[in-house]
């Protein structure tokens, strides 16, 4: 099975090969946006992760027929009411600007007491399968809403969360976005202390306690039975 995920981000594309090699599963080739020839991708305008990753998720089924998965993820700060959330990535003003957006939501919080700083990375991975004539079984059983829209594309959208809270300052050089600021909950990937960021965590813890590595784990029983179902089709 032929798998594009919607991203030029490689270091994605190597968290969820990991994964699914984690797993066992061998029959799903990945794709990125670079594998395949260029198309318009529409502005993510939705209100919610979910409705983002579907917008590049029907982006990409639609231009290429392949299998689309697309995530959406930000950081969402309990003091800011759940911002920048969708915005994350774009929240100093131009998009992709990793240390001018948590500079600016350091400054933000700079007088915040350590007992308000809570937060939490989300993702929402969508997946659209172009062309199919019905949902599997196996999904069903399986527990995964599934569903079939009137255009005959397989829809399935998963969830991730993991909780934590803002540094006072940037630590770390691993990760990307806003991981050098956030702090996983102890439990949650950190140490007994909590003085870890998620920049100074291992690809490998990352994969286990991520709100990604959360949705991508979660996800990836119903790509199995996807690319069993194509196999036999």
């Known amino acids: 099975m032929k798998l ?3 991203t030029r981000n490689s270091k994605k594309l190597v968290e969820l090969d990991r994964i699914l090699r984690a797993a066992g599963i061998d029959s ?3 794709l990125s946006l670079s594998d395949v020839p260029e198309y318009p991708e529409r502005p993510e305008t939705g ?3 979910a409705d983002n990753a579907y917008i590049k998720a029907f982006d990409g089924a639609a231009h290429t ?3 689309c998965l697309a995530d959406d993820s930000g950081l969402s700060v309990d003091e800011l009411n759940g911002m920048p959330g969708v915005l994350s990535a774009r929240w100093s003003g131009t998009h992709g600007d990793d240390v001018a957006n948590y500079q600016l939501l350091l400054a933000q919080m700079g007088d915040c007491p350590d007992e308000r700083r809570t937060a939490s990375f989300r993702t929402a991975c969508a997946l659209v399968v172009p062309g199919a004539k019905e949902v599997p079984s196996a999904l069903a059983d399986g527990g995964f809403p599934a569903v079939l829209d009137e255009a005959g594309n397989l829809l399935l959208v998963v969830e991730g969360r993991w909780p934590g809270s803002i540094l006072r300052e940037p630590v770390g050089d691993n990760g990307f976005g806003y991981d050098p600021v956030f702090a996983p909950a102890v439990g949650e990937g950190n140490d007994a202390e909590g003085t870890l960021s ?3 965590m291992s690809a ?3 994969d286990a306690f991520s709100h990604r590595g959360r949705a991508l784990r979660a996800l990836t ?3 199995k039975i996807l690319a069993e179902a ?3 089709g």
Do not use: H, I, M, N
């Open 4 to 6: 594009l995920v919607a």
């Open 28 to 30: 799903v080739e990945l």
């Open 47 to 49: 209100r919610t992760f």
């Open 65 to 67: 027929g392949y299998a």
């Open 198 to 200: 998620a920049a100074q």
């Open 204 to 206: 490998e813890d990352k």
């Open 221 to 223: 029983p119903a790509l």
């Open 230 to 232: 194509e196999s036999e």
